[in-house]
Nanobody
Framework: QVQLVESGGGLVQAGGSLRLSCAAP????????MGWYRQAPGKQRELVAR???????NYADSVKGRFTISRDNAKNTAYLQMNSLKPEDTAVYYC?????????????WGQGTQVTVSS
């Protein structure tokens, strides 16, 4: 059973910052793309940011310029630095590890961490 352990959520005022962390097993971290998704009440889960094993990144348009995803291969940990937070960023944030094995995507999820941005 692969476990992704998230931390760093909480309550912050609009304009503030938070940093989320996601620790993954050493056995998968280096070869998997790491991503952050979020799900707000009544909405579908959406991709926020992804960093591939080679270091390239993708961001949702809504967070470009405000959020930064990174990975520390020595610590087997991915991070999401969130700046200039807005109330619409309020959601449960989920860490994801994903890899295409030639036939399908292998994917693992964290348990989710709540981020609440007050206006």
């Amino acid at each position: 059973q692969v476990q992704l352990v998230e931390s760093g959520g909480g309550l912050v005022q609009a304009g503030g910052s938070l940093r989320l962390s996601c620790a993954a097993p050493e056995s998968i971290f280096s070869s998997y793309a790491m991503g952050w998704y979020r799900q707000a009440p009544g909405k579908q889960r959406e991709l926020v940011a992804r960093i591939h094993s080679g270091g390239s990144t993708n961001y949702a348009d809504s967070v470009k310029g405000r959020f930064t995803i990174s990975r520390d291969n020595a610590k087997n940990t991915a991070y999401l630095q969130m700046n200039s937070l807005k109330p619409e960023d309020t959601a449960v944030y989920y860490c994801n590890a994903q890899r295409y094995n030639g036939f399908r995507f292998d994917a693992y999820w964290g348990q989710g961490t709540q981020v609440t941005v007050s206006s």
